[in-house]
């Protein structure tokens, strides 16, 4: 077996008989005794004069076999078997359910948000009407943010775990197989809660359980060990394994674990503001004029060093739009989205400023919580100034570098709307004045991403927990609870869909040893 790249115009469709004389001068035999010569890795190249898509090729003779990336589901009947219990039904949690599966255990889901179908009737309802469910939003409920914030599967994760297990697992529920060979797989909101549902009924037909509108309030312990969980009814259920996957935002359980003093540490973030630009803009700048129709919606990376932090682009969403994603009343949050067409009018990223434990001294009084309170205090505030509704505090970025309020604003794709506000003043000195410098960097990387039409819109402040439920190396047992698995972005161990259930799975895995 051998590999080998090739790049050909974006526009030329490559099929695997395409790839056979390639292959057979690589492996130095004659075409007719190529076995496969198989895509595994496709990324798209807009460096040069010509848009390329880069292909990576593997190449195996008649009497070789070629890798397997493709990695089966070994279904169970575990419906008599030991329970686990699992909080929270986001990417974590669902892995770890069909990981228990295949090692013969019992998943019991708890969720305490609703089922993907009336999740939406909450999102219309914050979309509208400003109204925020705590328990069902763009965050909590089945599939946790991840369902209606993109769909993005690209990870650095892949020291962790088998990556192409969960892409596996995805298609299996429906998704294209693509998303095995894309350099940067992407399901899209619009097919994430079908996906979602498929992957709920495979656990179910398993014998596994769901729980919907359940809300975990407090863990019952014993001698230092987990029994169970009480629910906001106060019911319980009862388990010597738990398994904890309750996303970024479960600010709540949080201070449970403060309450009760169990291990946290205080974790570094990042925060700032999604930066909106008109689609057609950042196609003209990436395609260097030769944007066609038939082409992917461009998109961008970017990142700075600025007084010793980091100021980067998180979750860039071409194509996409910009949602409300608050877990609370009086709060403003926003958050990017894209449906796998990628087809709105407008690009959107978060701009944000990484944060470390000490940045903000005048939150050193909640102690591990301080940047989760300090985070919690910039929502607060960007709601307090609108006053109306959810509607976000925004700035021409133009005007943000010249510290003036805006006369006006361009039109956006956030639909409970926007108000002229001073973001440089707003947003901590710490974050404003770094924000500024890279963004100049940014404009010479990217000519175009400074320009009238770009628009800052406050604040972007859930890119990942502020808080770590600590756990130990090897049993990923919480370091306070035996028994008790802290895992996914909840737990400060993950970052994205497919990381979060890449740690969900070695979170089921290590309660078949523990």
Known sequence: MKEFEIAVPISKVITEQDLIPQAAKVLGIQPKMVGRAVVVRRSLDARGKDILYRYKVEATRKDESSTERY???????????????????????????????????????????????ERKKDLVAVNRFGQVDPDSNY?????????????????????????????????????????????????????????????????????????FNTRV???????????????????????????????????????????????????????????EHPQSLINQVQYHGKYQPYMPAAEYSLVAQIENRGVFSFCMC???????????????????????????????????????????????????????????????????????????????????????????????????GVIKAPLHELLPLHIASRMKQAFYIFDKKMKGFVSEDAMMLGVESRTSSPVRITRDSETMEHLSIKGLIPCGEGAGYAGGIVSSAIDGINAALSVSII
């Not at 039904?89 to 969720?111: M, T, Y």
């Open 217 to 275: 309030e407090d863990i019952i312990t014993e001698g230092g060990k987990v029994k169970g969980v009480v629910i906001a009814d106060g019911r319980k259920f009862l388990s010597d394994r738990v398994i904890l996957a309750t996303g970024h935002s479960a600010r709540d359980i949080y201070r449970l674990f403060a309450r009760k003093e169990w291990h946290l540490e205080v974790k570094g973030f990042a925060l700032g503001v999604r930066v």
């Open 318 to 416: 071409p194509g996409g739009i910009l949602v409300p994603a608050a877990t609370e009343q009086g709060q403003t949050v926003l958050n990017g989205m894209s449906n796998s067409t990628r087809n709105s009018k407008w690009a959107n990223s978060g701009i944000v400023v990484s944060i470390e434990p000490g940045d903000f001294p005048e939150f050193e009084k909640y102690g591990v919580l301080s940047l989760m309170e300090f985070q919690a205090s910039m929502e607060e505030l960007m709601f307090n100034f609108a006053s109306d509704g959810l509607k976000a505090p925004s700035q021409r970025v133009t005007d943000f570098l010249k510290n003036r309020l805006s006369t006006s604003l361009p039109a956006t794709s956030y639909n409970p």
């Open 71 to 117: 990695v089966g589901f070994q279904e169970r009947n575990v419906a008599s078997s030991k329970e686990v219990i699992i909080v929270g039904a986001g990417p974590a949690g669902v892995f770890a359910a069909l990981k228990l599966i295949e090692s013969g255990l019992k998943p019991v889901i708890l969720e305490r948000g609703k089922d993907v179908h």
């Open 139 to 211: 965050c909590f409920g089945e599939g946790g943010a991840g369902t209606y914030s993109d769909g993005k599967l690209y990870t650095r994760s892949v020291k962790r775990g088998n990556v192409y297990e969960v892409l596996s697992r995805l298609v299996d529920a429906g998704a294209d197989n693509s998303i095995m060979i894309d350099a940067h797989p992407h399901l899209g909101t619009d097919r994430l809660s079908g996906i979602m549902e498929n992957i709920r009924k495979r656990i179910i037909d398993c014998g596994g359980e769901y729980h």
